[in-house]
């Protein structure tokens, strides 16, 4: 059974997600480009490296976010569109993880009084809470696996070929 963190913890694992997310939009922000293999070759002095720990590896080529940025960019996205607290949230989180804001600057562009201090940090810890929210979804569904509750029925007849 899998270990259950609590939210203290989930919400730190999710800042730091949305660091590298904003650090990898900041870096590469949305293009993907494929270079060319001799440009790959004259950067490693060889071939690339391959290996690595999924969703934080350097991509051949530049081929764009890595699979953990890609995910919270989507959960940002699927946030703004979402309603209008939404669209709030996913802006605070781009100013915040992505511009870079200061704290009064966040507050000022989401519509926060500047003493609003414990308003705020509400806020982020709502951002935090939807983006997990969304991010679990995304992977409950990709991690489901197709169950046949049926028998397969064979195409042609073997016992006649």
């Given at each position: 059974m899998?270990?259950?963190?609590?939210?203290?913890?989930?919400l730190r694992l999710v800042a730091e997600l949305m660091k590298h997310w904003g650090e990898r939009r900041g870096q590469l922000g949305l293009d993907a480009s494929l270079g060319s293999q001799m440009g790959s070759i004259m950067e490693w002095k060889g071939a690339a490296p391959?290996?690595?720990?999924?969703?934080?590896?350097?991509?051949?080529?530049g081929a764009g976010l890595d699979h953990a940025a890609a995910e919270v960019d989507a959960a940002v996205v699927q946030l703004e569109r979402r309603d209008p607290r939404g669209a709030t949230l996913a802006k605070l989180a781009q100013l915040r993880y992505l511009y870079g804001a200061t704290v009064r600057e966040q507050m000022r562009e989401v519509g926060l009084a500047e003493d609003a201090d414990r308003t705020y940090r509400n806020?982020?810890?709502?951002?935090?809470?939807q983006v997990f929210a969304i991010l679990a979804a995304r992977?409950?569904?990709?991690?489901?696996?197709?169950?046949?509750r049926v028998t397969m029925r064979l195409a042609?007849?073997?016992?006649?070929t």
């Open positions: 899998a270990v259950l963190i609590d939210q203290s913890e989930r391959r290996g690595g720990s999924s969703g934080s590896r350097i991509l051949v080529g806020w982020v810890k709502a951002l935090h809470l992977a409950g569904r990709v991690r489901q696996q197709t169950v046949r042609c007849n073997i016992d006649e």
